[in-house]
């Protein structure tokens, strides 16, 4: 091989690395790798030539010098570390051994922001940044992510040939993920799951709104298992065939999907299912607090998205629970009814709640193209999540169908299949809430999307209220629903006839 041989790098040879650069060398192409630990990189090298012979594409360098000089012009680097300072740290380590037109790839789980700093502090020494969400985790990288680069057209240009050939693929025509990738036969066709999704952070933005979108849809679906378990006595196993069968409709996806074999996973170390036995702590890497943080900076209505963030906050007090609970007292769980109906109509509370979520997570998506400047196209938003990633679901064709039917559509809500859906499942919806508040079963994220769909299709809200108390102690002006939106009013309170108030 020469010198220059390598079609593009990575740095970082965790899980994730490892399995993107082996994606990467199962579609034809020569990778160079670099690990701060070299001897990870002698490992991971060695398993390589014990492997498929594509595998004798990856190669690892112990210095950062030869590694970049061993990649062709404009050089492709791919950066798998820590998000954050490591970040930082990484590139400039790459900075003097760079040459202009040259282009870094961040591929983890960036602070958008972050990314907008970088493409234009890099921008100024020639150098092309782009920054990929990369969704799917080890299998998706393995054998086909979801991918949502953004940064120049140009740099996206140099990088689609390689980010098309190893994402995940769909099918053209049903829009159904393209199954069967494997070692050295890597899946070929269809819609590929990666597509530009804007200029400098918007890469990152989204897929930090898959992330909060996968929150609450995690949090949806244990709710759906606490309910069936608590409400109705079932055990894991039965509970486990349920979400089995729901897998077959609407509420087909990867979640559902592994749902199901979790509840039906016997016990290794004894009798039972092993989700008994695993503690109820839920843990965070940060990306949907950061969503959830946005949505209040931005001022959009995320509350399911912030609900489930809260509930693995909450989820963290063990200690605390458990002293609780001998403490504070709730009802005496008692349901009458028929079992067949109560589990549809938890799955109609499932399915109408996950519509909340996405129309929620693509409100945020659009409040973020106005705030940044940028231009984004929902409707393939939603088809690169189609595969590949942890949210991917047959729903999502749905949405795609949703933005190509009105690209301009304000609510997923408002489009006539979700329309129907929440029209149809409403009323399941509403007796599962009802059903878990009266029988004191927690079941915030249910709670928090229904909040959010009955204030949606409120033409009135007690905001009248609240914008009157804002005049009343700090004279924020009102506006009258008997005049022209934008014009302000103020009332000298007390002079009105109200006695000052005494403190």
């Not at 790098?9 to 690395?17: S, W």
């Not at 650069?21 to 160079?32: F, M, R, S, V």
């Not at 990666?194 to 995690?218: F, L, Q, S």
């Not at 409100?363 to 595969?387: H, M, P, S, T």
Request: aromatic share 8%.
């Amino acid at each position: 091989m020469s010198n220059t041989n390598a079609d593009i790098g990575l740095v970082g040879l965790a899980v994730m690395g490892q399995n993107l650069a082996l994606n990467i060398a199962d579609h034809g192409y020569t990778i160079a790798v670099y690990n701060r630990d070299s001897k990870k990189m002698v490992n991971f090298i060695e398993e390589c030539k014990k492997n498929e012979p594509s595998h004798e594409r990856v190669v690892g360098h112990a210095d950062l010098a030869s590694f970049v000089l061993s990649i062709k012009r404009p050089r492709k680097i791919i950066l798998l570390v820590k998000a954050g300072s490591a970040t930082d740290v990484t590139i400039n380590a790459l900075l003097p051994y760079l040459e202009q037109g040259d282009i870094i790839i961040d591929g983890g789980n960036s602070l958008w922001t972050d990314t907008i700093r970088r493409e234009k502090e890099l921008a100024v020494k020639g150098i092309d940044f782009i920054g990929s969400g990369v969704s799917g985790g080890e299998t998706g990288a393995r054998f086909g992510p979801s991918l949502m680069p953004s940064g120049t057209r140009k740099a996206w240009a140099s990088l689609e040939p390689i980010w098309r050939d190893i994402a995940a693929k769909v099918d053209a025509v049903t829009g159904e993920p393209m199954e069967g990738g494997k070692p050295g036969k890597p899946v070929v066709g269809g819609f590929s799951c990666a597509e530009y999704i804007g200029p400098d952070g918007a890469g990152h933005y989204v897929k930090m709104v898959h992330n909060g979108i996968e929150y609450i849809d995690m949090q949806l679906i244990c709710e759906a298992y606490w309910l069936m378990k608590n409400l109705l006595g079932m055990q894991a196993d039965e509970i486990g065939k349920v979400f089995e069968e729901w897998n077959k409709g609407e509420l087909s996806s990867f979640l559902i999907e592994i749902t199901a074999d979790i509840l039906q996973q016997k016990d290794p170390m004894g009798p039972g299912f092993l989700v008994d036995k695993i503690l109820d702590t839920a843990g965070q890497k940060g990306t949907g607090q950061w969503t959830a943080a946005n949505a209040l900076e931005l001022g959009a209505p995320a509350n399911a998205i912030a609900a489930a963030v809260y509930a693995r906050a909450l989820s963290s007090l063990k200690e605390e629970r458990v002293e609780a609970s001998k403490i504070l007292k709730g009802p005496t769980i008692k349901v009458e009814g028929d079992k067949k109906a109560i589990i549809e109509a938890i799955k109609n509370a499932l399915y109408c709640s996950k519509i909340c979520a996405y129309a929620q997570g693509f409100q945020l998506i659009d409040k973020a193209q106005v705030a940044y400047n940028w231009k984004l196209n929902f409707g393939e938003i939603a088809q690169i999540w189609r595969g590949g990633c942890i949210i991917r679901a047959r729903f999502l064709q749905k949405i795609t169908d949703a933005y190509a039917l009105n690209s301009r559509l304000k609510n997923l809500m408002l489009d006539p299949y979700f329309t129907q859906a929440m029209n149809d499942g409403q009323e399941g919806w509403r007796k599962v809430i009802a059903l878990a508040v009266t029988n004191g079963i927690p079941a915030q994220g249910f709670a928090a999307a229904m909040a959010y769909y009955d204030g949606y299709r409120s033409a009135v809200l007690p905001a009248n209220l609240l914008q009157g108390q804002r005049d009343y102690f700090g004279a924020h002006t009102y506006e009258r629903t008997d005049k022209p939106r934008g014009q302000f009013y103020h009332l000298d309170w007390p002079e009105a006839g109200r006695p000052q108030l005494e403190i």
